[in-house]
């Protein structure tokens, strides 16, 4: 998982069986940019909220710069200093187009690659790909905006508790093998379902060995 920290670092967190991310994805950008060097690899995702509102009315949104780390420091830092729209573009397509990006044409066609993928598979709405990348580039810069941080570095890896991974670990292992192909809206660019389609088994479902309201209770 690659995280943009709230000092507008991006960060690698690397995982073993075992180990739990806690993350606040409602205002952080995040995403796994590098292909998997493996077989597979299977998450577990509980999503949760603190008790309060929702939107902070009074954010500051000019979210294309980050601040830097000297407290001597008085002008804001361009965030292209910290990587944001070099390997991928996450604010500026722009500016991850320019001749400054020191990642180059090989970025570049990776990501026409990304987006023509969306055309190739819904050629019916092509257009709605393109509209889409507009969308998630506009979300990520209003969405951190309006959120409430509620830590200050935003994520933590720990160990998942003994008793919650082995409910866990159960449940996968009765099931490996019964996953369904997780759907995604047509045209939906916030993930590459095209060329790396998602599977799940969905531990909700009482239909699977182990799943059902008593053991997400007991996690």
Request: with cysteine; proline share 6%; hydrophobic share 30%.
């Amino acid at each position: 998982l690659e995280i943009y920290g709230r000092d507008g670092i991006a960060r690698n967190i690397s995982m073993v069986p075992g180990d739990l991310v806690l993350y606040e994805s409602h205002s952080l950008i995040h995403g796994r940019p590098f292909p998997l060097k493996g077989r597979f690899y299977a998450n577990a995702f509980i999503h949760f909220e603190p008790v309060g509102p929702e939107y902070d009315e009074t954010a500051d949104e000019n979210l294309p710069f980050v601040t830097g780390d000297s407290e001597e420091e008085e002008e804001p830092i361009p965030a292209m200093e910290y990587g944001v729209d070099t390997s991928f573009p996450m604010h500026d397509l722009a500016r991850f187009q320019s001749g400054s990006n020191f990642h180059g044409s090989e970025a570049h066609r990776r990501y026409e690659e990304y987006v023509q993928g969306c055309r190739n598979t819904y050629p019916d709405i092509a257009d709605e790909c393109n509209e889409g990348e507009n969308t998630r580039l506009e979300q990520n810069l209003r969405q951190p905006a309006e959120s409430i941080n509620y830590t200050d570095t935003a994520f933590l890896k720990v160990k998942v508790p003994t008793e919650a991974w082995d409910l866990i670990r159960s449940f996968w292992e009765q099931n490996e093998g019964q996953e369904t192909l997780e759907k995604w809206g047509r045209g939906n660019v916030f993930t590459n379902h095209w060329a790396s389609p998602t599977y799940k088994i969905d531990i909700h479902d009482p239909k699977f060995v182990g799943g059902g309201a008593d053991v997400l209770g007991k996690i």
